[in-house]
């Protein structure tokens, strides 16, 4: 195994950091990924990816990207739960790479609702 330099430190800090703020930061809005083992084997790695790439693409800061567990609808996986601030959330259903990329575009950065891929406005919470 190679020497690991001061460097190469200073960059996994960096990307530990990133990916944290991500996770947990406070954002103007909210991409959740369901990543339960239906929407892994449906392909939720490859939108978590995507998504992935985009935030590195364009340095995205102000956006929390994170994942959950199965949202109860494997048929219709994999899907992702797009939350802005002060609106109802959207759940989108039966992704692909291509899709959340343009989910990200028109809803995210646009703030148009995708309805071909939307399944459901609002909130699931009952409290």
Not at 69 to 97: F, N, W
């Amino acid at each position: 195994m190679p020497n690991i330099k001061i460097e190469d430190l200073a960059r996994i800090q960096e990307q530990v950091r990133h990916t944290t703020l991500l996770r947990e930061g406070a954002g103007r809005a909210k991409i959740t990924v369901h990543m339960g083992t239906c929407g892994i084997s449906a392909g939720a790695r490859k939108v978590m990816d995507a998504l992935l790439k985009v935030f590195e693409e364009r340095d995205i800061k102000d956006i929390i990207l994170t994942t959950s567990g199965c949202a109860g609808l494997c048929s219709r996986e994999p899907m992702a739960t797009v939350e802005i601030a002060g609106q109802a959330p959207v759940k989108y259903v039966d992704l692909t790479d291509t899709k959340i990329r343009e989910i990200f575009e028109r809803h995210v950065m646009g703030g148009k609702v995708v309805t071909e891929y939307a399944l459901a406005y609002g909130s699931e919470r009952t409290h």
